[in-house]
DNA sequence: GCCCGCCTTGCAAGCGTGTGCAAAACTCTC
DNA sequence: GAGAGTTTTGCACACGCTTGCAAGGCGGGC
């Protein structure tokens, strides 16, 4: 395959359309004006050709790349990737385009790949990033992106913030343990103390406190399937073991559900009630069978979008800049009596 | 934030270090040649100013995106996403970025969204979508693009083509189960018939029968947990129930597992022996302790992005084009006799 | 028939960068 | 100090596209 010469220009497809370059630009320019017979020729000659718009030329022009920049850690997990995907798949609808940005090497090399993003001049970022990485969020508001965050609550001018109702879900998760008649309550967290796990554990303590119950604190670790695991070591041990844990996060509820069947033959819900939150594909495992909170994915995906999408002016962004959308809650049977 | 003016150019750079435009161009070009006291005076205005190359235009002179396209489908599956991690990670190192874009839907999108990745002049793509979808392959070389293929064998000219020795394997695990004294073998397939699947399970077959023995195939569905549960139906409700299974993934292993234990309250690996491939995370996850293959995951992504960043010449290139790696059997206690 | 207004079209400038070419500056040797 | 050789530098063109501007074409109302 030869390397020079393969994609066509727009002068060629003029040139065999008989028309003028500028008539070509503006057949595949939307709200442009263009005669249908002029349109018909340019599109028959670009068919032939096969030419695709050089999009780095137009972006360069227009000051508008279409790229979105998605700047994500820990993006193999089932929540993120799920995210992921929705995220892609609303931009695609959109006629805009997804560009993937790992943070997970904490050394130098984030700031390289953004910088990286920041040099295809991306229209806007959305972050996904766990990581309280407030200068990445700033090097994108300086270089002029739109900005949407995700489960984070940095107080930033001109973004967009969506979260979720964490708070009052951990309280609907606690009637629903004093429903099933437990007593000793437990909450297992990671200690990345991310905003949204945070809302969750102080929403569940808070609850716990009014219907005048003691919470068991525990975290350790990152949100993880063994941080899970370690955690029902620290919480199963206990003289007076918990007969109810809500989990910050379904992976974390996977490994002490796990722990708590294979190493201290617990049963659940028998023994114990168990709550996550993400509503992860695993969650509905037969192994798990997981009561869960749901993330709306597609919802925040499309909230995201159509929020970059909207060309409304600043003032008006700025009061829609955040956005609560409500985690429901998918009962399956970790807790007794749904 | 106001939206005009925002990227600063090469020009104000120049001016306010005092030397030419092309100065500053070849102080970011490695390997131009540029005097050290000129680069310091360069790399310092561009510090004060904020200065970041526009790789738009840069882009649109060298001819050279420096962007590398994902084509897949099913991104959020646990082995997807982590290929989709370790090659965004991979592409990071070499200074080039991941533009991602997402073919589950069917319908006329995928091609949309194709063109819109050709539209930014990818240097190449790599494709790990499952679907047979020819076409895509096609686009991306008439585009000039590079293009990688994993678990596909397409034959395509100047392709690089990376697969497992799915075959090998296959026999491996045989071993495996006749050691364990297992005698009515069956194999669990979905019926996307990929490649890579069909190698497993005709490798499976075949060593079955060098050994004398049989093998019920089974196949159903795409390569997901709930498949795995109808394929447990299909298997275990035989009057001969097979006593080992070979599961063309993990995913299909953990569905067949549960059904196995939670609806015919089975032993596993008493009473049935199974082995998975891919090794994904919920493989080493203590209710299913699969016996599997890990995929190299990071070495594909290695092999994909450092054939990308070779120059060689086409000659070269092509003889090098396909590279077939071991995928590892770990050991777990989903099989007897470990 | 003429004038006015609208739609369409071509021209040309510009977006921010890379790079060949020739001039300039510098280094070194005799 | 002169000349040859090597860097370094600036100029200007090119990349493929958008778009303001003005000119051309066309139809309608008088």
């Known amino acids: 395959m030869a390397q020079g010469k393969i994609y066509v220009s727009a002068l060629e497809v003029a040139e065999r359309a008989g028309v003028s370059r500028s008539a070509v630009s503006r057949t595949f320019t939307p709200g442009a004006s263009v005669a249908p017979e002029t349109r018909r020729k340019v599109v028959e000659a670009a068919e032939a050709l096969g030419y695709h718009v050089n999009q780095l030329a137009r972006g360069l022009m227009r000051n508008e790349s279409g790229i979105v920049c998605l700047i994500v850690s820990d993006m193999a997990t089932p929540y993120r990737s799920s995210l992921i995907k929705a995220l892609t798949q609303q931009l695609q609808n959109t006629g805009k385009i997804a560009m993937l940005v790992n943070t997970d090497r904490s050394d130098g090399s984030v700031d390289l790949a953004l910088r990286q993003a920041i040099r295809y001049r991306a229209d806007a970022s959305i972050i996904l990033s766990g990581l309280p990485d407030k200068s990445i969020a700033d090097l994108c508001l300086k270089s002029g992106q739109r900005l949407v965050l995700i489960n984070r609550n940095d107080d930033q001018e001109g973004t967009l913030k969506i979260n979720l109702d964490d708070r009052e879900a951990a309280g609907r998760v606690l009637t ?11 909450f297992a967290n990671s200690d990345a103390r991310t905003p949204s796990l945070m809302a969750r554990e102080d929403g569940f303590v808070d609850a716990a406190r009014a219907h005048g119950l003691d919470v068991i604190v525990e975290r350790f670790g990152g949100t993880t399937y063994e941080s899970g695991k370690i955690l029902a070591q620290k919480l199963l041990t206990r003289s007076l073991r918990p007969d109810a844990v809500f989990c910050a996060t379904d992976l974390l509820a996977c490994g002490l559900l796990d722990a708590a069947r294979h190493q201290f033959s617990l049963s659940v819900p028998e ?65 007794r009596g749904g």
Chains 1, 2 share one sequence.
Do not use: K, N
């Open 271 to 335: 023994d114990l009630c168990v709550a996550g939150f993400d509503d992860i594909q695993q969650a509905s495992w037969s192994s798990y069978d997981l009561t869960t909170f749901s993330q709306p994915v597609e919802a925040i995906a499309l909230e995201a979008v159509s929020w970059l999408a909207d060309e409304m002016d600043p003032a008006v962004r700025q009061s829609h800049s955040s956005r609560r959308l409500h985690a429901e809650l998918v009962w399956r049977g970790s807790i």
């Open 176 to 186: 629903a343990f004093v429903r099933a008649g437990c007593e000793r309550l437990a």
